[in-house]
């Protein structure tokens, strides 16, 4: 059963209900926007091989993620930033509908703008929400 966009979008309301963003009111308008861009972030975390790219112990994997994707924004739209940033993390997909894609792509300025000024807040963010899909398996590896 292929899950839509709105099955995705419903996921995400569900667990951002249970904890919430600490958006600035100014941003309010964004926020299922952001939202849906923490929910990609967190699709491509938990996708990631972490074993074969965090070797060391002294690695902090989130420390990774977040490198990577500071890396990746400095690509100029969604479709290849998500590109780049599979690319880097040893991924050849991410099951993820496309309408989620094309729903950040729609709003890339605000979105782009936003995640390079605040990436850390962005990937804690998807590191959390990860941990609580996994946790409520919201989400099969395949």
């Given at each position: 059963m292929e899950r839509t966009l709105e099955d995705e979008k419903a996921n995400v309301v569900n667990w951002f209900a249970s904890a919430p963003l600490g958006l600035d009111p100014k941003e309010a308008p964004n926020r299922e926007l952001y939202q849906l861009a923490i929910y990609w972030l967190a699709k491509v975390y938990m996708r990631a091989d972490w074993a074969k790219i965090a070797r060391s112990k002294n690695v902090y994997r989130d420390d990774v993620f977040e490198h990577r994707v500071k890396a990746a924004l400095s690509q100029p739209n969604i479709r290849r930033i998500n590109d780049k940033l599979c690319e880097m993390l040893g991924l050849q997909s991410v099951a993820i509908p496309s309408g989620v894609l094309?729903?950040?792509?729609?709003?890339?300025?605000t979105l782009l703008r936003s995640m390079r000024r605040e990436a850390i807040y962005f990937t804690l963010k998807a590191t959390e929400l990860a941990g609580a899909m996994f946790k409520d398996k919201m989400w099969v590896r395949i």
């Open positions: 094309d729903e950040l792509e729609k709003n890339k300025g």
